[in-house]
């Protein structure tokens, strides 16, 4: 089975939500029966994030920790083993309600599945 993934650094404005930060990348839609895990942190505390699958909430938005760095597996993990079905819409909700700009840092993992037919 293969693994995957991307990181990304991003700032998100005062007050603002970025509705998609997977919006435009290689793994925006699942490319493959796959069970994933997504690593952040923020460069202060203050930022949330929430997941939702093919328009499914994962979670609810969380706290994002201020480690100031690029994401640590497994310590900075958000949210694990949850499953998207080829071609579905990974969506990625990044907010600030602070009132500075903060950057986040984010890495995803799609680690592909055995489709079983029966």
Do not use: H
């Amino acid at each position: 089975m293969s693994k995957v993934g991307d990181q990304r650094l991003i700032t998100v404005g005062a007050g603002l939500v970025l509705e998609n930060a997977l919006a435009g990348r290689r793994f925006e839609r699942a490319p493959f029966l796959c069970k994933g895990a997504l690593y952040a942190t923020g460069s202060t505390v203050g930022l949330l994030a929430e997941l939702n699958i093919g328009g499914r909430s994962v979670s609810p938005a969380i706290n994002v920790n201020g480690e100031n760095r690029l994401p640590i597996v497994p310590d900075d993990l958000l949210f694990a083993d949850w499953v998207a079905q080829p071609n579905e819409l990974i969506q990625v909700t990044i907010s600030n309600p602070t009132i500075g700009d903060l950057d986040i840092a984010f890495k995803i993992e799609l680690e592909e599945q055995e489709i079983v037919e029966g």
